[in-house]
Nanobody
Framework: QVQLVESGGGLVQPGGSLRLSCAASGFTFNNYAMSWYRQAPGKERELVAAITSASGSTTYANSVKGRFTISRDNAKNTVYLQMNSLKPEDTAVYYC?????????WGQGTQVTVSS
């Protein structure tokens, strides 16, 4: 059974940091590109950051470049999103995604709220 379980969300003040984790099981993690998406109320889901399966190359949305870092630990079947200098506009539900060719898996999401 495929599972992606996100954790690490919560309430943080502007300028603060959070580290999201996504633990994967039920598929060959090393073969999948991993991404973080987010969806704010009333908005479409958007790609935040992605990391390839092979080289570990990363890409980021312009809005988070220089503040967020995606990484993966293939030994632990886990992908991370380190979020620094958080802004109120980063408030959203964050979703983990695994992709290989046309196959997509999604996690259930974790809420991140940036507010004073």
């Amino acid at each position: 059974q495929v599972q992606l379980v996100e954790s690490g969300g919560g309430l943080v003040q502007p300028g603060g940091s959070l580290r999201l984790s996504c633990a994967a099981s039920g598929f060959t993690f090393n073969n999948y590109a991993m991404s973080w998406y987010r969806q704010a109320p009333g908005k479409e889901r958007e790609l935040v950051a992605a990391i390839t399966s092979a080289s570990g190359s990363t890409t980021y949305a312009n809005s988070v470049k220089g503040r967020f870092t995606i990484s993966r630990d293939n030994a632990k079947n886990t992908v991370y999103l380190q979020m620094n200098s958080l802004k109120p506009e980063d408030t959203a539900v964050y979703y983990c995604n695994a992709k290989r060719w046309t196959q997509h898996y999604w996690g259930q999401g974790t809420q991140v709220t940036v507010s004073s």
